[in-house]
């Protein structure tokens, strides 16, 4: 048997997990538009900034929902996010990949996998139906067909079970898989299942996902296989 072939059945095991807003794509800008849309029709001047809320962005609709409220100094928060958040998927929905776009080499890193044997998966909290349209208008839905959204389980991360069932539609084993996130949502997603997590230091954190004490850090994606190779062996 060839090096080759011995390397490819080494890592035929193996599971790559993608996190999707703020891991391959950067969506805040498109997010933070469809957030303040909904504030605007609920009355409210926009409060959410582009650029200075980009990370609050990727904890999804109702953080940015919360930061308005806390913003507009609203009587009950909740009640402005739980009145928001169905017009802000609506306005979302509208508009989801106005701005979005994927990180450099995200995609060639999945590719890159697949050549050497791995499987791939994206487990996200924005909801599947939405997750999946995104991939479709960013041309990707075939290159990650298997997806577990918010909404698939009736639990969503950092609970284990959605990055489990993830792992297992892409046809792997959780016990040789990893994920590749950017938040602490991500990190104790993967603290929960046992597995490895990596995250990215290109997304609103920076360098500063380091304080979550990740098993690897992502600098750029072309580093990713060789990442995946060395805690996955």
Do not use: W
């Not at 809320?53 to 928060?77: C, I, K, N, W, Y």
């Amino acid at each position: 048997m060839s090096i080759c072939n011995t390397r490819n059945e080494r890592a035929g095991m193996g599971t790559v997990v993608y996190d999707l807003d703020g891991t391959l794509a950067d969506t805040s800008k498109d997010l933070i538009i469809a957030a303040n849309k909904a504030l605007e029709i609920l009355g409210h001047a926009p409060p959410l900034d582009p650029i200075e809320d980009a990370r609050t962005a990727f904890h999804g609709g109702r953080a940015m929902l919360r930061l308005a409220a806390q913003r507009l100094a609203a009587s009950d928060h909740g009640a402005l996010v739980e009145e928001g958040y169905p017009i802000f998927l609506d306005a979302y929905d509208a508009e989801i990949a106005t701005f979005s776009m994927l990180y450099p080499g995200a995609v060639d890193s999945a590719h890159r996998l697949m050549a050497e044997g791995y499987r791939v998966a994206i487990c996200t909290n924005k909801p599947e139906a939405l997750a999946r349209k995104l991939l479709d208008k960013l041309q990707i839905d075939t290159v990650f067909p298997a997806l577990i959204g918010a909404d698939t389980l009736p639990v969503r991360k950092p609970d284990p079970e959605p990055y489990r069932a993830a792992v297992a539609l892409a046809g792997g084993d959780p016990a040789r898989s990893l994920l590749v996130g950017d938040t602490v949502t991500d990190r104790e997603t993967a603290r929960a299942a046992g597995v490895p997590s990596v995250l990215v230091t290109f997304g609103p954190a920076g360098t500063s996902v380091a304080d979550l004490a990740p098993e690897a850090l992502l600098d750029h994606f072309d580093d990713l296989p060789a990442i995946a190779a060395r805690l996955l062996r």
